[in-house]
């Protein structure tokens, strides 16, 4: 193919004829992948050196076919990739990309919209926000008192979170920093929660050490008494305890802390109340887990939310919210005035780059926006419904046949160990059965370590192509496996 424009060498604006083969060739490509994901395999196996190699042949000194060079990377990402979007990938909360939210990020991409002002796109502004707005009153929000914005994902947003509580309470954090504070403050979570907050600790100048890991009771969530108990060691010892983490389903067994209990300690004790609910958050849609799990919701500081995981868009959509109407831009925005009114129309709008970590800013929003607006909140509903009942059945099938389950929760994530053998809580034999699964073929999953050291086996579906044919076949290559080593060993 040959550029015909006024630079010879430039291939960055091709003709009408060449982009539309470019886009076929990519759309084509796009709908075999979703037709045929059932049929590739779920862990295809990568060999480094090759890769190399193989990358090799790119010096980037010459033009290349564009449409050559669009199969070349459409292979790359076939072979070299975990089939996450397998309806058999049972291992992270990474579900394939809606239809909708692939069209999104193509919009995204070609418009490509800059979102730190209002003025440069105010239709991408205005849908992030209805958006946020809409998941606010899902949570218990008023959609007058939802504030918020798209993040890059739960990691971003949790950040979001600790530097809103510090900026929060402390009026010199913004201009002096950490150092400034007379007391260092302390962060509550527990083992089970996600390593981010320690990491946002680190980075807001906290150091990891401030975030205290609060006893689990024996279901996995936090311990009230416990979190008392801790807020009051560490006043008497001279810290400033700040903000307690609930986290609304682990990452490793999708239990919900105890969210309105939590509360009322955060609200006596003046602490900022996060709630991470990056997996779990959608879980709201179901009545009774709403009203029973996710009861106090409405009461936290802030909430965050990943889109990219059940709600099954596209990579890199975090969400974070909060009920506090100024809390945004006291923290973020570095300019003269803190309420910006947009001159032109009057009234007031969001400028992205005085509210978010982030300056320039993707329209994250559309993928989730165009997803929901065909689905509803009722397809929605249903889904997650359909999902948290195979969860059910995973359960069922795994007592059957001798698995002990070991984590309680109506979230469709299943922690288990074997129940048959002498050997059936050990790492080894644990992880032999893991890998015996993911090696045929048939699933993938792993074996992750409850309360650190409690090692079991884990299955997570979310998934909207995932069937109850799927949950029998990974029952079955798990029994076949577990048989497979227990004969091999004493053979
Ligand atoms: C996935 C997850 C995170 C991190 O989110 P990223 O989108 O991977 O940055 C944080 N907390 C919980 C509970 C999670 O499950």
Not at 79 to 91: A, I, V
Request: glycine share 6%.
């Amino acid at each position: 193919m040959k550029n015909n424009g006024s630079n010879a060498e430039s291939t960055l604006a091709l003709d009408r004829v060449q982009r539309e083969q470019i886009w076929a060739k990519t759309s084509h490509i796009i709908e075999d992948f979703f037709s045929k994901l059932r049929e590739m395999p779920v862990a295809p196996k990568s060999n480094p050196v090759e890769l190399r190699r193989f990358l090799e042949s790119f010096q980037f000194d010459g033009p290349r076919d564009p449409l050559d060079v669009i199969d070349f990377s459409a292979q790359g990402l076939s072979k070299n990739r975990l089939n996450t979007s397998h309806p058999r990938f049972f291992g992270h909360f990474m579900p394939a990309s809606s239809a909708m939210g692939v069209a999104a990020d193509a919009l995204t991409a070609a418009f490509n919209p800059q979102l730190a002002t209002w003025r440069a796109c105010p239709f991408a502004t205005e849908v992030d926000q209805h958006v946020i707005k809409s998941w606010g009153q899902k949570f218990g929000y008023t959609s007058g008192s939802t504030f918020g914005h798209f993040t890059s994902g739960g990691s971003e947003a949790n950040h979001t979170a600790l530097l809103t509580a510090l900026n929060s309470k402390y009026p010199t954090y913004r201009s002096q920093g950490a150092v400034s504070l007379s007391a260092r403050p302390t962060i509550y979570t527990t083992s089970e929660a996600h390593l981010c907050h320690l990491r946002a600790a680190s980075f807001c100048g906290l150091g990891s050490e401030s975030v205290r890991e609060v006893p689990v009771d024996s279901t996995l969530r936090m311990n009230l008494d416990a979190l008392r108990l801790q807020i009051e060691i560490d006043r008497k010892g001279g810290f400033d305890p700040l903000m307690v983490v609930a986290t609304g389903g682990t990452t490793n067994a999708g239990v919900v802390d105890p969210i309105a209990g939590i509360a009322s300690i955060a609200r006596k004790e003046g602490l900022w109340l996060h709630v991470d609910a990056a997996w779990g958050a959608p879980a709201v849609l179901i009545d009774e887990i709403k009203n029973n799990e996710f009861s106090g919701l409405d009461q936290a500081d802030s909430i965050i939310m990943d889109a990219h995981k059940w709600l099954s868009v596209p990579m890199g959509a975090g969400m974070f919210l909060t009920r506090h109407p100024d809390i945004l831009e006291k923290t973020f925005k570095f300019a003269a005035h803190f309420i910006k009114l947009d001159e032109s129309a009057g009234f007031q709008v969001v400028d992205g780059y005085f509210q978010s970590l982030q300056w320039s800013r993707r329209f994250i929003g559309l993928k989730l926006f165009m997803t929901m607006a065909t689905e509803g909140w009722r397809g929605y509903q249903t889904e997650i419904q359909r999902q948290i009942d195979l969860g059910k059945l995973l359960r069922e099938l795994l007592t059957e046949s001798d698995w002990r389950i070991e984590n309680q929760t109506r979230l469709p994530v299943v922690c288990f160990t074997d129940a048959i053998s002498q050997i059936g809580t050990s790492k080894n034999f644990l992880e032999a059965i893991a890998k015996r699964v993911v090696d045929s073929g048939e699933a993938w999953l792993f074996c992750t370590q409850l309360k650190k050291d409690l090692p079991a086996l884990r299955a997570c579906l979310v998934s909207f192509h995932t069937t109850a044919d799927d949950i029998r076949a990974l029952v079955n290559a798990l029994n076949r496996a577990r048989q497979g080593i227990l004969s091999s060993r004493f053979t």
